[in-house]
Structures are given as structure tokens and as C-alpha cells.
């Protein structure tokens, strides 16, 4: 798709050369001189197994590097180790701890298991106890459903809201701290603004957005009130460490950090929160509509329709500009840490879409133009 063409050379053919060699009576003046010997063909078989042999080499070390790396340090099979997977953790990262533990043979090998049973984007974070020798497929599955809990210890995931962190209090405390009395405590800021006064502003008098996402012990005899107590002083220790001068800079108070880190965490993958970040900062900066499908979906509890985006309220950030009056969520550190740090782009969209393996791919574009073109692909 993508005849054999007939060429004339000057050299003599193969009877021109039987006929020269039987006397040059007959081809007195036959010119010899074009007659060349037949090369040889073993240089080109042996180049060629060289290149592959080469090639053969080079493949087998680049896979080495990654598969050969054995563990020196394994964990006997009669011991076990108690890890923490912590906030926003990728899947190197969690990779590089369970083999500092001794837990996994090989890293590589453990992001190839966790690649192709799709799990890329919902490991959990939180405290575990693994037994030595454990095959690499059940540290997998144990990632993905998510901490011991036989260990006193309970987690509150990235992104949850209030009523998600209610439910999962009232089963970590079950038949002493219900649903309803956490609720009670955590919309009502008013009662904690005195020992944490960060609080005091908080929109609605709820403490959406403040109860901090992480694994906590379970505190013997706790009311709600402790409960949530221990969530605000984790969140007072957490945010020491954040640096606000950009944000601040830029307008925002530390609560309107808070609420833009929400829509970062429900908005964007672990390794694009600063991207993402970026194309709320520059959409501010020009008095541009968020337009976050996450603040509506907030209000609805699921994902909008069109005509969900059309109806009037606070957090409809399609409607409103500038920033919804609360936080949607509460944020892990490093949905915070790129509301203070974004990435320094020009980006004004982003689209995500599934990539068919358990994770989003994510498309930044300057223009509307662009945008579309990203949609289309």
C-alpha cells in the first residue's frame, strides 16, 4: 500500500564471469575492471547483533534499576510494624515508607500493583499494622480500604464535611457519641471561640472547614464536645506551619485561605492542588467568576445539573463572584499549603477527566479557546 523496478548495472553479470574465466581467446578485450569480489556478509550479521545485544543490555539495566532493588531490610514474618500514611501522601510516597518499614520488597513493584488495579487516587491515609511478609497485593487492598481500626484510632479523610465527619465520629464512638451530638457541637463555633479564636468568624457559626482531617486516638470517656476540641487544636498546630504572606498579599484573610483551600481539596488531584490554586488566584485578580461546580455541589449534595449552576445562593459561584462565604470541606495540609504557595501560571481553566486507571487527568488552559479544545480531545 504504502513493482519491481528492473535497473541495468554496469557490472558483468555472473555468465560474463564463467565466460572470462574460461580463456581470454574468446574475450580478449573484455575489461575486468568492473569485476569485483563478493563481500562478504558477516560484518553486517554481527553489526546488527551487536546493536541488538546492546539494546538487550540497556533495557535489562533500566529494569533493573527499578525491579532489582530488593529490600535488604524485610520484615521477619513473626514481626510486625505499625506505620502512618500521612496527608496527601502520593503513591511514591507511601511506596518509600512501607519500604523503609521492611513491608514491601520493591517499590516500583508496588506502584505497578497499585497502577493496575487502579487504586492510583484512593489510598488512604491513616495509621496501620502490617504483618511481615505480607503479600504486595494485600498491603495494596489494605491501603485501599483504609486503616486498622482495631488499633483505638479513626480517621477523618481529606474533604469531608461536617455531617461526613459526624457519621464517622458516631461509629468511632458508638453508643457514646451519636451523630446528632456531634452535630450539635460543631455548629456551634460560638462555644469553642473563647479557647480558639480563630473560630470566631467562622460563617453561620459552623466549624465547617475546621475540623481537621487526620487520624485521631479515641479519647476514653469523650463527649462531643472533647471530640471536636481535639480536631481544632490539631488545626491550630497544623496551620503554624503555613506561610500566609502570600494570600494576604493578595487580599485574602486566614479563613478566606481556609475556604479556598476547600474548594482546592474538592477541585483538584494531589499532584495539581498548586495548579489549581493558580487558576482561582488569577480568576480573582481580574474579578472573574470561580465557576467551581464543588460549592454548588456542596449545597445539593451531589454533582450539579446545568440548571443547578442557574440557581441563586452563596455558594454558587457561577452566579457570585469572588469566594463562597464558608468553606465547603475541611482541606488537608496540602490543599492549604497551595492556597498560600500556588504555582505562578496564567492559566484561567482546567478540565479533568477520567484516565481510566482509578485517577483524573487534568488539562490547564490560558483561554476559553483552549479550554474548548480540551474538552473536545
Do not use: W
Not at 238 to 266: C, F, M, W
Amino acid at each position: 500500500m504504502f513493482r519491481r523496478k528492473v535497473t541495468y548495472s554496469r557490472k558483468p553479470t555472473h555468465a560474463a564471469r564463467a565466460a572470462h574465466a574460461r580463456g581470454e581467446r574468446q574475450f580478449s578485450k573484455y575489461d575486468t575492471s568492473l569485476i569485483e569480489p563478493r563481500r562478504s556478509k558477516k560484518p553486517l550479521y554481527i553489526g546488527i547483533a551487536a546493536v541488538v545485544l546492546a539494546i538487550i543490555v540497556i533495557f535489562g539495566l533500566v529494569n533493573c534499576m527499578g525491579s532489582c532493588d530488593k529490600n535488604p531490610n524485610m520484615l521477619p514474618s513473626d514481626q510486625q510494624a505499625r506505620i502512618e500514611i500521612p496527608d496527601g501522601s502520593t503513591t511514591q510516597d507511601i511506596a518509600t515508607i512501607l519500604y523503609d518499614a521492611g513491608i514491601i520488597e520493591n517499590k516500583k513493584a508496588f506502584s505497578n500493583e497499585v497502577s493496575q488495579k487502579g487504586y492510583g487516587s484512593s489510598l488512604k491515609t491513616g495509621i496501620y499494622v502490617f504483618n511481615g511478609g505480607t503479600p504486595l497485593s494485600e498491603v495494596v487492598e489494605h491501603l485501599e480500604a483504609g486503616p486498622n481500626q482495631a488499633d483505638n484510632s479513626y480517621v477523618i479523610p481529606e474533604g469531608y464535611t461536617i455531617k461526613q465527619t459526624a457519621h464517622a465520629v458516631s461509629e468511632a464512638y458508638a453508643g457514646s457519641i451519636s451523630e446528632a451530638d456531634f452535630l450539635a457541637a460543631a455548629q456551634d463555633a460560638s462555644r469553642f471561640s473563647d479557647r480558639f479564636s480563630f473560630v470566631k468568624d467562622a460563617y453561620n457559626n459552623s466549624l465547617e472547614g475546621f475540623l481537621f482531617p487526620k487520624t485521631y486516638e479515641i479519647i476514653a470517656g469523650a463527649n462531643a464536645d472533647d471530640v471536636v476540641a481535639q480536631m481544632l487544636t490539631q488545626y491550630e498546630q497544623e496551620v503554624k506551619q503555613l506561610n500566609y504572606t502570600y494570600p494576604h498579599d493578595e487580599g485574602l484573610s486566614d479563613y478566606e485561605v481556609l475556604i479556598l483551600a476547600s474548594i482546592i481539596e474538592r477541585e483538584a488531584a494531589a499532584d495539581n492542588k498548586k495548579a489549581v490554586a493558580s487558576v482561582f488566584y488569577n480568576r480573582l485578580a481580574i474579578d472573574m467568576a470561580l465557576q467551581s461546580d464543588a460549592t454548588t455541589a456542596y449545597v445539593i449534595g451531589g454533582d450539579p445539573k446545568p440548571e443547578d449552576l442557574q440557581k441563586e445562593g452563596p455558594f454558587n459561584t457561577y452566579l457570585n463572584k469572588g469566594l463562597p462565604p464558608g468553606p465547603i470541606c475541611s482541606p488537608g495540609l496540602a490543599a492549604l499549603e497551595a492556597a498560600c504557595n500556588p504555582d505562578q501560571t496564567d492559566y484561567l481553566y482546567f478540565y479533568f477527566k477520567d484516565n481510566g486507571q482509578g485517577g483524573l487527568d487534568y488539562f490547564f488552559s490560558k483561554t476559553y479557546e483552549e479550554h474548548q479544545q480540551a474538552i473536545a480531545s
